[in-house]
């Protein structure tokens, strides 16, 4: 079958690889160099344990208090409010102890296996050198934050991951850069890590061409639809037409979405990175500082800080005060580091409203899937996302009931995207 994979980032290269391994003709098509998107500056870290959503019990009335300090992790543009305040209210709604236990059953299934998945996907390419075995720790500052932490923890160990918990000395001897800056570190073990997420973008996608795939550099506008399928979608450089066509665009994916018929609410949760090019000392392990919610990950010839939290729409330019707090936070927890350069990244995590990603057929459409709505995990899930929906596209059996990932479920609740 000839397929089109649209979207060349972590979730489009993993489709289009496991469509070309079950025998199709697959064309992958990017406006931009693929794995140059939101697939290029994450944190690179292979969350297996991240099956908890951002919207805990409680988390409502803390929003004030975050967005006025900063101090916070958590950043709004104000103007931004009245077009955020739809999704912000189905966001929310979300807190519940039913959907927090729900979404942690159901997110263990794709994330749990992700370094096998990772493995899979690139054993035998120049993709594998980049994925590292390595435990995913979080440093805490003080035993009252490890404290407040621990019930989170626990549900985690309850759902069967293995954690343990070290003192900030203990784990100054396995890594010697964070001596002094814990209190305690939690060891999730059995995690991973890609050292260097573009190149591994590049080598999958090297990987993708060598094996015969083609790559079409356009933007896709518009999607023609008649007779309930597509029959072409129209891009800037011309019409692109194929037996079947994947969506995998990422946080700019809500026009397209709309086009297929769909209902999903969804928003941009604003992400930055700083990175340290070429470090004087290079920290062995990566290490989520739990006061500042930012990763500091080990990466080729660098050290990359990421994370951050902001509501500020797909347009935003950088904001100076997050770019700040990140960088304020070299001087508490990486003081003797020296490097040549800085570099800053801001990007955009897709994030549904019940913070499910979405993987699955429009069901009015017979030759249409989608896969998108990460949110911070798709680094992790994107090559089970990919081998999912390309097994759903070679009829072959997925074993799981996944109708929370079910792009029609919005619809079916009656929900409307404005
Ligand atoms: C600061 C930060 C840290 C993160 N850390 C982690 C982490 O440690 N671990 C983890 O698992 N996840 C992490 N994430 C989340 C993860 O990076 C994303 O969920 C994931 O990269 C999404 O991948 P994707 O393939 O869906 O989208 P993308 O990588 O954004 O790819 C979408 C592609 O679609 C293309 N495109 C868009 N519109 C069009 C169009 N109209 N026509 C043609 N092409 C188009 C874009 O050019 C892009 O290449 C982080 C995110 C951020 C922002």
Redesign the pocket.
Known sequence: MKCVV???????LSTAIWLQRFGHDVTL????E??????????????AG?VLPVTVPGLITKIPKMVLSKHSPLFLRWRYLPRLLPFLMKYLSFGTKKHVSHFAQEMSYLLGDSYDQHMALAQGTGAAQFIHPDDYCHGYDSQAALDADMPAIAFRRALGYQIDIETGAEFAKTDPFHQGNFSHVARHKNHGRISDPLAYSRALFDHFLDQGGAFRK????DVVIAHGEIECVH?DHGPITADQYVF??????QD?SKQLGLSIPLES?????VELINPSMMPKLPVMISAGKF?I?PMEGRIRL???LEFAGLDAPDNPKAVDYLTRHIAKYLPHVRYDDMKVWH????TTANSYPVIGRPAHLSNAHV??G?????????PKTGRILAEMISNRPVNKNLSVFDPNQYRAMGVEVT
């Open positions: 649209i979207g060349a980032g972590i979730n489009g098509v990017d406006r931009s693929p794995g140059a998107g939101t697939s290029y500056g994450n944190a690179g870290i292979l969350a991240a356009a933007c896709v506008s891009s995998t665009l990422g946080p700019w994916v397209i949760e604003g992400g930055y990175h990763v990950t990421a994370g951050l990007g955009f995590r897709p896969g998108f990460h949110q911070h995990i798709g680094l992790t899930a994107g």
